[in-house]
Structures are given as C-alpha cells and as structure tokens.
C-alpha cells in the first residue's frame, strides 16, 4: 500500500521525527547506491514464553524507522523507506490494549509505503542488511535474503559498504539525536542527585539503586543499561547490591537513561556514604578530576580518541606521582602501562543509540583493544582508592 499527503502526521513531534527519519535515509542514499533491509528483532523470553523482556529494537533499524516495532522490517532504498509489518491480532488488544496499526505507524515514520512480513522476501532479494542480535532473527534474514549472512570480522560486499555508511551517519549526531540524548543526559542527571541524596538514609546499596531508577522510570525512561551502585568500585562491572552503606564509604553509581526512541546517557559519579571526604579520598578526586577537566578543555575537532586517553593517563599518574602512590616521571609510567593499576579501562566510549554506540560494528567503528570494555575517569576514584589502600597493608 502506498502513501502519500492523504496521511499527515498527528502531531508537531510526529512531524519532527518523520522530517529527521527522512533525511537520515536521504544520506544513506548519498553513500550507497543499493537496497537495504534492516530488521528490528523479537523480544526474548524468560523461563516461559509468555514470560518476556522487554522489547528492544535493534538500534540500526531505530536509526532510521525511529519507533520500537517488534518483528518488523525497513527496505531501504534511494530516499524511500517501505514498513514491513503485521497488524495487531484481535487477542492482542485485550492483553496489551489498542497500538496503532501499520498504516498509522507508516505514517508516523513517514514511510513511502507500508506491507504485511509477508510481502518482504519477494522485495528483499539482492539487498544489504546487519545481522541482528537474536538468532532466530538472523536465520530468518538469511532465509528472506536467500544467502549467509557473514560475521561482522569477516564481511564483504554490500554489507560491509554498509555497515562503513552506517558508521559515517551515526558518528555524527543530528540534530533530533542530539535532542533526544539531551533529554536522557537530563533525566540522568536528575537521577544522580536523588542518589546521592538517597545515600544519606540509604543502608544498602540496593536503595540507593532503587531511588535512582525509580526516577528514571518516573520519567517514562528506562535504564540504558544494568545500573552499577556499589561500594566496590574497583570491581569494573559489579551488578550486585546487597552491601551496607558505611561512613568512610565511597558509593560508586553508574546508571543511565534511554528515552522511550532508544537513545542513551551513561553518567559515573564516586561520592562519600557520609557525605564529607576523607583527606584521602578528597586528595585521590582532585587527581581524577584534574584529568577529567584536561580531557574536556582539549577536545576540539581533528583530535584523537587516544591521544586524549594517554594525556587522560598522564595527569592521573602525575597526580599519583605528586601523592607518592607511584613514583617516577609520568610518561614513562604510562608508557609502562604502571597508571593501569589504577586505571584499567579507557577515557570512554561512543554514545547515542547504545550506550556503548556501534560497539557491535566492532573494529568499523573505532572499537580496538583502547575502546572495548571502557569506562570513564569516575571509576578511577574507587579503583585508585582501593588499590593504594591494598598497596599499604
């Protein structure tokens, strides 16, 4: 079914979507000069069937369909974008209520024409794609697309084109990107200063989690990845929160916020459970920030990615130096890798659809072996701190 001026979008935000949608696939067209389909994925189940996840769609097909659609397909191609997707059935509506049809949704999105799953392998054929996460997904891709889908070390043709095209759009952040990561960024925010006002109560470390989350959900976001909260900073991905609170403690919170069109923040903040740093530890955050602020004042256009870590890396082994933690000339310390004791992981990461964004283009996005697994200054704290403390004993 095609569409046209006869369906208007319903409202202003609509509108902005639909305008955003339409000139991110207008530059794609501007870097390939063939048809692509991108699917969203299916949600994934827990124990039982109808026991489910909640449904994330794959961040390539949100790029460019904008809206969290379950089992659907884009086709993409010169500017145009065709919606593959079923309409609710009738039992849905009493389980999950009334949702918008396909024409509504094609709407939305500004779709040149909409269809049911069925109609998409007869339109498929010859046409780029990413593999997508699930992996009964992705052998209904390779089905519809009549060929195997490669790994992502390993791709070549039209995919690989691809993905680079991809790449070179979402390293960019457009306007409506921007405006949506502000918002996260803003809600994160907020939720950071209920944490940190939360901990003056809080006796573990699963309240402080609740309240911060719980303010996230309070905005109709959701949390962009597993919350960290825990006095055991220096272990780098620790999703447990059954210990007590404790003066002379140091909470380390990393949580963050997704909007409801996938767009994320990611915010690390170390604080005291009793609200005053030690001498230590206040002597430990004035390194980390001296590095935090160096990083930000020298970010500019042409920069590196690494070459601001490594100057990151310096002024906290300087500032370590300075403390008699370590003991030498600063660049040859980094150059000895002696800094990562204490700082283990990277300055930090893309963000935008995923929190860490692109990460699953791997190396065609810029995630060598500096990019993987990385951080940011604020683990730095807990680490440094833990660490000098086991040096002394």
């Keep these: 079914m095609l569409l046209g001026s006869n369906y208007p979008s319903s409202s202003l935000n609509d509108r902005a979507l639909e305008m955003t949608l339409r000139d991110r696939r ?5 870097e390939v000069n063939f048809a692509v389909v991108l699917w969203s994925g299916r949600g994934k189940s827990r124990n039982f069937p109808a026991n489910r996840y909640p449904f994330r769609a794959s961040s390539h097909f949100l790029y460019f369909a904008g809206l969290q659609l379950e089992n659907a397909a884009i086709r993409l191609d010169n500017g145009q974008l065709e919606l593959f997707y079923d309409n609710p059935s009738p039992s849905g509506v009493l389980w999950h209520g009334e949702t918008p049809n396909r024409t ?7 779709a040149d024409a909409a269809f049911p799953l069925a109609e998409l392998p007869s339109r498929a054929k010859g046409a780029a794609t990413i593999a997508v996460q699930n992996d009964d997904v992705r052998q209904q891709q390779a089905a519809i697309l009549e060929r195997s889908l490669s790994p992502l070390d390993d791709l070549s043709g039209i995919d690989r084109q691809l993905v680079r095209a991809i790449v070179k759009l979402r390293s960019q952040q457009d306007a409506g990107a921007i405006a949506e990561l502000r918002q996260a960024a803003a809600v994160t925010i907020e939720a950071h200063k209920i944490g940190m006002a939360a901990t003056m109560t809080a006796n573990t470390e699963a309240q402080v989690r609740g309240a911060m989350e719980g303010a ?9 990845y597993n919350s960290i909260v825990t006095v055991r900073g220096d272990v780098l991905h620790n999703e447990r929160y059954h210990n007590p609170l404790n003066a002379g403690d140091l909470l380390l919170a990393d949580v963050g916020a ?5 767009w994320a923040a990611d915010i690390t903040r170390t604080w005291p459970v009793n609200g005053t740093f030690s001498a230590t530890q ?15 004042a020298a970010i500019k256009p042409g920069v590196e990615y690494r070459n601001l870590h490594l100057m990151a890396c310096e002024v906290l082994a300087a500032g370590l130096v300075d403390l008699g933690i370590l003991r030498g000339e600063a660049q040859s310390l980094v150059e000895a890798d002696a800094h990562a004791l204490f700082f283990p992981h990277g300055l930090g990461h893309l963000l935008g659809l995923d929190v860490h964004d692109m990460e699953d283009l791997g190396d065609y996005a810029g995630y060598g072996k500096i990019g993987r697994g990385v951080h940011g200054l604020a683990w730095a704290i807990c680490v440094c701190i833990v660490r000098w403390r086991r040096a002394c004993w």
């Design 258 to 262: 997704e909007t409801p069109g996938g």
């Design 216 to 224: 996230i959900l309070g905005y109709n976001m959701t949390c962009s």
């Design 104 to 110: 509504e949704l094609a709407r939305i999105m500004g």
């Design 282 to 296: 206040r002597d430990i955050y004035d390194v980390v920030l001296a590095a935090h602020d160096r990083a930000i």
């Design 26 to 30: 207008r530059r794609l067209a501007n």
